[in-house]
C-alpha cells in the first residue's frame, strides 16, 4: 500500500547532523542492517529489481515493508529510490521519498544531499533546491 505524505513547509528538509560526517561511502563497511536483520538484503534486491522493470510505485512500496519488518532502509537504498524517481520525472514520489528518509532518521551524505538537489532542481523547486544546498556546509562536494 503506498501512502502519499508531503513534507509540510515548516518540516525541516535536512535531520540534524552530527559532529562527524563520512562525505564518501567509500570507507563504510556493509550495512548494519544486513547483519541485523536477515529480510533486509532480500527486501532491497527486490526493490532494486522493481526499479529495474520500472516499478516505481512497488518500490516505493517495498521501502514501506522494509520498515514494517524492521529491515530499515539504508542509504544507499534511499539514494537508489531517488535517482529512480528523477528518471522517471515522478517528482510527488521522489518528495514523498525525501519525507520517509527524513523520518528514518539516518545521516545524510553528499551522494543523497546532491540527488536531492537535483530532484528538487529538475521539478523547478529551486528554492528548496537551494536551501538544501545551502544546509551541506560542509558536507558540500565538487558536484554539489
Do not use: W
Not at 562527524?20 to 550495512?31: E, F, G, K, V, Y
Not at 536477515?38 to 516505481?56: A, M, T
Not at 514523498?96 to 530532484?119: A, F, W
Request: charged share 20%; hydrophobic share 35%.
Amino acid at each position: 500500500m503506498i501512502t502519499l505524505s508531503l513534507p509540510s513547509p515548516s518540516q525541516p528538509l535536512l535531520p540534524p547532523s552530527s559532529k562527524t560526517l563520512n562525505p564518501s561511502r567509500q570507507n563504510i563497511s556493509p550495512s548494519s542492517n544486513s547483519r541485523k536483520n536477515p529480510n533486509f538484503e532480500p527486501l532491497k534486491n527486490s526493490l532494486i529489481r522493481q526499479l529495474d522493470v520500472g516499478h516505481l510505485r512497488h518500490a516505493i512500496s517495498t521501502l514501506d515493508l522494509m520498515t514494517q519488518q524492521k529491515a530499515p532502509p539504508d542509504l544507499t537504498t534511499y539514494s537508489i529510490l531517488l535517482k529512480s524517481c528523477i528518471r522517471f520525472r515522478n517528482f510527488q514520489l521522489g518528495k514523498l521519498v525525501h519525507r520517509k528518509l527524513i523520518q528514518s532518521g539516518l545521516e545524510l551524505d553528499s551522494v543523497v544531499l546532491n540527488t536531492l538537489i537535483s530532484l528538487y532542481s529538475k521539478c523547478g523547486d529551486t528554492e528548496t533546491a537551494r536551501s538544501i544546498f545551502e544546509e551541506m556546509g560542509s558536507r558540500r562536494d565538487l558536484v554539489s
